[in-house]
T-cell receptor
Framework: KNEVEQSPQNLTAQEGEFITINCSYS?????LHWLQQHPGGGIVSLFMLSSGKKKHGRLIATINIQEKHSSLHITASHPRDSAVYIC?????????????FGEGTQLTVNP | DTAVSQTPKYLVTQMGNDKSIKCEQN?????MYWYKQDSKKFLKIMFS???????INETVPNRFSPKSPDKAHLNLHINSLELGDSAVYFC?????????????FGNGTRLTVT
């Protein structure tokens, strides 16, 4: 079982819909990252958070440390939001800090 | 200006060859990484360097050797390429160590071994 689980694996929505992608993890973390991978392959960091909630434009990320759960919300979705969204957690180990990635959620927003 | 640039973007080569992928960042970051993304789009850390010092070395065949000549560069050399090495390799950098600050990724190098 992966330390980081995302759901759903695939998500298809109509333009304008409110979208939620979930991420659960099973280890103690120092931070959680949400990444976006465009169809062309490039990866962009959307959020890094360790508590509470962050907002950037139509994107909102929340984290509940006690429940080991984070959500990424997209309001008023648009076809250009179509991408793979990846959750990653930062864990502290004796060898240093490392990131562990979820398998990603493929989002398709249809016009 | 490209923050993290890696070259080449595509690399097609035959089994047994040796190849290198170069990465440079102009963000002044202390930490650089190599990640491998397999055909299922799953990202996995390979190496992490902090101030030119190797910090993380995952269970990667020793055919893979990272080299960091300075803080701004982290190159990946692969010897005796195998079919299973085919993947997309991403370079990344961050100011802080590990996952304590946002990551900046290069555009990836798609390696195809035939």
């Amino acid at each position: 079982k992966n330390e980081v689980e995302q759901s759903p694996q695939n998500l298809t929505a109509q333009e304008g819909e409110f979208i939620t992608i979930n991420c659960s993890y099973s280890v103690g973390i120092s931070a959680l990252h949400w990444l976006q991978q465009h169809p062309g392959g490039g990866i962009v960091s959307l959020f890094m958070l360790s508590s509470g909630k962050k907002k950037h434009g139509r994107l909102i990320a929340t984290i509940n440390i006690q429940e080991k759960h984070s959500s990424l919300h997209i309001t008023a979705s648009h076809p250009r939001d179509s991408a793979v969204y990846i959750c990653a957690v930062s864990t502290q180990e004796t060898s240093g800090s490392r990131l562990t990635f979820g398998e990603g959620t493929q989002l398709t927003v249809n016009p | 200006d490209t923050a993290v640039s890696q070259t080449p973007k595509y690399l097609v080569t035959q089994m047994g060859n040796d190849k290198s992928i170069k990465c440079e960042q102009n963000l002044g970051h202390d930490t650089m990484y190599w990640y491998k993304q397999d055909s299922k789009k799953f990202l996995k850390i390979m190496f992490s360097y902090n101030n030119k010092e190797l910090i993380i070395n995952e269970t990667v065949p020793n055919r893979f050797s990272p080299k960091s000549p300075d803080k701004a560069h982290l190159n990946l050399h692969i010897n005796s390429l195998e079919l299973g090495d085919s993947a997309v390799y991403f370079c990344a950098s961050s100011q802080g160590f590990g996952g304590s600050s946002p990551l900046h990724f290069g555009n990836g190098t798609r390696l195809t071994v035939t």
